[in-house]
């Protein structure tokens, strides 16, 4: 063995051994996560166990999701829930990281987003957003997979792929980017029932933060931007604006929009710091 190579394996245990530190003492010290204790585990916990995903002994569970959502998140669940909690803040972030450098973010655009408020509410409470959102730079065939498991970030951008295919490369091209999802989607019907119907939102609840239905004008103005320019950033932005539910950490997918305009980004950053800032000090 090279001296080179020497090198980078013990780099390599090095860095291993960093992060499994990591995950112990995150394990000790991070706070619960609620979408991820009382969600997303509970549902791999129940389907490797024989139970149903949307009904559990006759109930409805609070599982929501296309029954695909977990499958990426099952290592994690064998974990213990604290470590595995933990292990989720790091997968959410190295996803981030990704999706945001293949959009072609700055380092001060991305470190923004990181350091956004709806990343960080999404993070502390264990949401899956930054899988919807890797959706982003994914080829159609594959992405729509991601970006439909939360409609309220990625719908618009379905709906652009699906124009733009059909538009520039015919009805067969379509048929093929969007048959793989719809194949799987049968599927699923076929073994849970048609589960979409078991997702009630809560739309009179105070944790609702959607601006429909005065956002819907905005919504159709940057979703004809995208499919008319061909720039699917501008659908980041349209997916919220045209959903009547959506949680405060799921318009991160609208924060990258904004991920290529630096200037941009710090006037969004900073506004909803002061949202919090003055939603904390108004509560006192």
């Known amino acids: ?162 124009v733009d295919t059909w538009k520039f490369q015919g009805l067969k091209a379509a048929i093929k980017v969007f048959s793989p999802f719809a194949i799987v989607f049968l599927i699923s019907i076929a073994v849970w029932g048609f589960w979409p119907l078991s997702f009630t939102p809560a739309l009179d609840f105070w944790w609702n933060a959607s601006f429909w239905p005065y956002s819907i004008p905005f919504g159709i103005v940057f979703l004809y931007l995208a499919i008319q320019r061909r720039q699917k950033e501008f659908s980041f932005a349209a997916s919220p604006l045209l959903s009547p539910y959506i949680l405060f950490h799921s318009w991160v997918g609208a924060l990258l929009a904004l991920i290529t305009k630096p200037k941009a980004m710090i006037i969004a950053f900073v506004s909803l710091w002061s949202l919090i800032i003055f939603r904390l000090l108004s509560a006192k």
């Open 1 to 162: 063995m090279t001296r080179k190579l020497w090198v980078r394996r013990l780099i390599l245990a090095i860095l291993i051994g960093l992060f499994l530190i990591m995950l112990w003492v995150g394990s000790k010290y991070v706070p619960p996560a609620i979408d991820w204790s009382t969600t997303y585990r509970p549902a791999i916990i129940r389907i490797i166990s024989g139970e149903g995903l949307f009904e559990s002994n006759g109930e409805p569970t609070n599982y929501n999701y296309p029954p695909w959502a977990i499958i990426p998140l099952i290592p994690l669940a064998l974990l213990p829930e604290e470590v595995g909690r933990v292990a989720l803040i790091f997968l959410s972030i190295l996803a981030f990281l990704y999706t945001a450098k293949k959009l072609g973010g700055t380092v001060i655009s991305i470190a923004l987003l990181l350091l956004s408020p709806p990343v960080i509410h999404g993070l502390l409470n264990g949401n899956i957003d930054w899988l919807v959102t890797l959706g982003f730079v994914l080829p159609p065939q594959i992405g729509l997979f991601f970006v439909l498991l939360k409609p309220q970030i990625g719908v618009a951008l379905a709906i652009y792929w699906l």
